[in-house]
């Protein structure tokens, strides 16, 4: 058994982040909170315990798969210290447990290791630190009193290290009065032990108001992704000629579904842009419920995979290659049909080879689509 529990406390109500769902649950940046807490720790040598809300567990085991990271996960309390003891009791036969806030999801692994490096050199309990930077005042009510050194101050954060034994003596001593405390620290020292500290970092900062959501969003990565979509068909379909959404006259495009070159070029840079691979992945090339299916099934089942991943279209444009149909003649209603497929502005172009190849010949036609895709 791995010598080291790392406990992700993930039972907050997340009232004051006003997502109506549990903090933990609420989506920043495309995932889960508790996501990108998990992938954070991902390769830490130790054994991870998620603290789910009660109820949340399945969902809970869901986000560590997608996270990557194999993790035993139990129900929480109602407070955060009934959700660490239940963690303690699922991390039974660690020698050393992190405690470690789900909310601080941008921890890096770097702190992870600096507070297992002072465990494994002997400390009881570690707690990583930063600086007070904002002038601090005592108060009493609506009054301001004196100004408080802040060289003397530290603001704390997690994860948090302990002796396994040491932590569970702190909360048996504690009894029902663990439940006023917000830090585990607290409790060890109460008993007289030391607490050693260690550089914070300020990534480590909690998600708790909209204001925070924001901040981890803009930090965890571009708010905005290009994808780019390429494909072709010959002609010689027995169907339709259907393009850009739109039947036109004349010999319609060979494909497995309908051929429509503008729309599954548009899928595939949708899904490029998002990261969820391409056509062949959403649906398969062969799949027999999709022969001869329009070009807008595709395009309306990429915007909702876009949407399971938290990410919305934004514009997308796309170019035309071939001798026919002509795009111009049609391009306004082209480009209103698309729209009304992806939920947001299409462009449409078309241009020939000047005789050059296969599309210069006739024998096909050609689309490249650029998409571009935002957070929702």
Excluded at 297 to 309: G, I
Excluded at 349 to 354: F, K
Aim: net charge negative.
């Amino acid at each position: 058994m791995t010598a080291t529990a790392l406990i992700v406390v993930a039972a907050g109500s997340g009232t004051r982040l006003g997502r109506g769902v549990p903090k933990a649950f609420a989506t920043v940046a495309g995932a889960p909170v508790l996501e990108h807490a998990l992938r954070g720790l991902a390769g830490v040598d130790a054994r991870i315990v998620v603290v789910a809300p009660a109820g949340g567990e399945a969902e809970a085991r869901a986000i560590a798969a997608r996270a990557g990271v194999e993790a035993d996960v139990v129900a929480g309390g109602a407070t955060r210290a009934d959700s660490v003891a239940a963690g303690l009791e699922a991390a039974e036969g660690a020698e050393h447990v992190l405690v470690h806030d789900a909310a601080r999801a941008l921890a890096p692994r770097a702190l992870v290791e600096r507070v297992l490096a002072a465990l494994r050199a002997g400390a009881g309990a570690v707690v990583p630190v930063l600086p007070v930077v904002d002038t601090i005042r005592a108060a009493e009510g609506e009054a301001l009193g004196a100004i408080v050194d802040r060289a003397a101050l530290r603001a704390m954060q997690t994860p948090q290290g302990f002796e396994a034994a040491l932590l569970r003596r702190a909360y048996a001593a504690a009894g029902e009065g663990r439940a006023a405390s917000t830090d585990d620290a607290q409790l060890v020292q109460a008993l007289g032990e030391p607490v050693v500290a260690v550089p914070g970092d300020e990534l480590a900062f909690k998600i708790t108001t909209p204001a925070d959501a924001d901040r981890a969003a803009m930090l965890l990565g571009p708010a905005t992704r290009v994808g780019i979509g390429v494909d072709v068909h010959a002609f010689g379909g027995d169907g339709p000629l259907r393009v850009a959404g739109l039947e036109w006259e004349g010999q319609g495009l060979a494909g497995h579904s309908d051929g429509d070159v503008v729309c599954h070029a548009i899928v595939d840079a949708l899904l490029g842009a998002a990261g969820l691979g391409d056509i062949g992945g959403l649906v398969g090339v062969d799949d027999p419920q999709h022969a001869g299916a329009r070009g807008e099934t595709f395009v309306r089942l990429a915007v909702e995979r876009l949407a399971e991943h938290g990410w919305r279209p934004q514009s997308v444009s796309v170019q035309v290659l071939g001798v026919r149909p002509r795009i111009g003649a049609r391009r306004d209603e082209a480009q209103a049909v698309l729209a009304a497929m992806v939920g947001a502005p299409v462009s449409v172009s078309g241009t020939t080879t000047d005789g050059l190849g296969a599309l210069g010949r006739g024998e096909g036609l050609q689309a490249i689509a650029t998409a571009l895709v935002a957070r929702a």
